[in-house]
C-alpha cells in the first residue's frame, strides 16, 4: 500500500554489497554486487578484499536500487544496515554509507542484526511471520536454532554450531572433491547424480549422550574430517573418488541433522512454524527433506526462493520495515558495526 514506509537497506557483512528497497512486504528493488570470484582462487573469502569491493560498489549499486525501484533518496522514510555480525572492515563500509546518506537525506537509521534479517526476508514471499515461530538459519558462518516470539524484540537462540558451521563444511568437502569456491551449489549439482546412501557418514551431536547438552547444537568439524579419511583411503588405494556419491552423503548427513534438529524444536516447543534462511537454505535437498519430515508433525515450513536466501539487501530492508511497523525507535548516528553482534540483539 502507497501509506507503507518505504525503506532502504543496506548488506556488507561479507562478501556481497547488497542495496534493497521494500514498501511494506513488498520488495521494489534488489540490487546486488558480489565479491565471490574474487575470493575463489584463495578457497575462501579473505576480509581485506572484500572490505575494498565494498567501497567500489556501495555508490553504484545504490544508484541502481534507486533506479530499479523507480525512486529517489529523498523519498525513502528509513535506512536498515547490517551492523553485524560479520566481517569487521566489510560491515564497516555499509554503517559508513548508511550514515551517510541518513545524514545527507535527513532520514532516521537502523542499525540491525544480519541473522534476524535471514528470518525477515521471509516475509517479503510469504507475508508476516505467525510468531511465535523457530528460525532454523544455515550459511558459511553460522548453524542455528531460534525461537522467534517477537521479530523486532524477543529471538531466543536454542542452539548454534560449536566448531564449523554447515556452509563452512560445504566449502571445504567441495575443496577436497576439486570443485570450485563458494562449494555449496556445486556439491548440491553433483550430489543429483550420487547416491545418498553409498557412504555411511556420521551426523554429529545426534547420539543419546550428545542431546543432553547439545540437543539443539550443531558440530560439522567431525563430518568434514570423516569425508577428507574416506577421500584420502580412496586415493592411498589408487581407486577413483565417485565424487557424486561423496557430495550425496555428505549433503544427506547434514541435511539429515539440520532438519532432525529444527523439527525437534518445534515439536519441544509446540511451534508449528518453521522458517529456515541464510545461504545454505537454497539447497535444494535441505529443502525438499524439511518439506517431507515436517508434513509429517503438521509443521509448515516456510523458505524464501534461493535468490533472498543468500545474502542481500531486500532481507535488511525487510527487518527495517518490520521495525518501523512494530514502532521500535532509530538506531543513534554513532552507531557501531559490530562484528560479534549476538543473536539476542535485533536492532542497536
Not at 560491515?91 to 554509507?97: H, K, N, Y
Request: charged share 20%.
Amino acid at each position: 500500500m502507497a501509506d507503507e514506509p518505504l525503506i532502504l537497506g543496506i548488506e556488507t557483512s561479507c562478501d556481497e554489497t547488497g542495496v534493497g528497497i521494500v514498501r511494506g512486504h513488498t520488495l521494489l528493488a534488489d540490487a546486488l554486487a558480489s565479491s565471490v570470484e574474487e575470493h575463489a582462487r584463495f578457497g575462501g573469502v579473505v576480509p581485506e578484499v572484500a572490505s575494498r569491493a565494498h567501497l567500489e560498489a556501495i555508490v553504484p549499486t545504490m544508484d541502481r536500487a534507486l533506479r530499479e525501484a523507480g525512486v529517489t533518496i529523498a523519498d525513502i522514510d528509513a535506512i536498515a544496515v547490517t551492523s553485524g555480525p560479520g566481517l569487521a572492515g566489510a560491515l564497516l563500509v555499509g554503517v559508513a554509507a548508511a550514515k551517510g546518506y541518513a545524514v545527507a537525506a535527513e532520514k532516521p537509521v537502523y542499525g540491525v542484526n544480519h541473522l534476524a534479517a535471514h528470518v525477515a526476508v521471509d516475509t517479503l514471499e510469504h507475508g508476516p511471520l505467525p510468531e511465535p515461530a523457530i528460525a532454523l538459519l544455515v550459511s558459511g558462518g553460522h548453524s542455528s536454532l531460534l525461537r522467534v516470539d517477537d521479530l523486532a524484540r524477543d529471538v531466543v537462540p536454542l542452539g548454534a554450531t560449536i566448531d564449523d558451521a554447515a556452509g563452512e563444511a560445504f566449502d571445504k568437502v567441495a575443496r577436497l572433491l576439486g570443485l570450485p569456491f563458494p562449494g555449496g551449489p556445486y556439491i548440491d549439482r553433483e550430489a543429483r547424480a550420487g547416491d545418498p546412501a553409498a557412504i555411511a557418514f556420521p551426523r554429529g551431536l545426534t547420539a543419546a549422550k550428545d542431546l543432553v547438552g547439545h540437543r539443539f547444537d550443531f558440530s560439522f568439524s567431525g563430518l568434514k574430517t570423516a569425508v577428507a579419511r574416506w577421500v584420502e583411503a580412496r586415493q592411498r588405494a589408487g581407486e577413483p573418488v565417485p565424487v557424486a556419491d561423496v557430495a550425496a552423503s555428505f549433503q544427506e548427513a547434514v541435511c539429515d541433522v539440520l532438519v532432525g534438529k529444527a523439527i525437534d524444536a518445534c515439536r519441544t516447543s509446540g511451534i508449528d512454524t518453521l522458517v529456515i534462511g541464510g545461504g545454505v537454505a537454497a539447497n535444494s535437498r535441505l529443502r525438499a527433506m524439511a518439506e517431507q519430515r515436517a508434513g509429517k508433525y503438521g509443521i509448515r515450513v516456510r523458505t524464501p526462493r534461493p535468490k533472498l536466501c543468500t545474502d542481500n539487501g531486500a532481507m535488511v530492508a525487510a527487518l527495517g520495515s518490520h521495525l518501523v511497523a512494530a514502532g521500535v525507535a532509530p538506531s543513534r548516528l554513532d552507531l557501531p558495526a559490530d562484528s560479534a553482534m549476538p543473536l539476542t540483539v535485533v536492532s542497536v
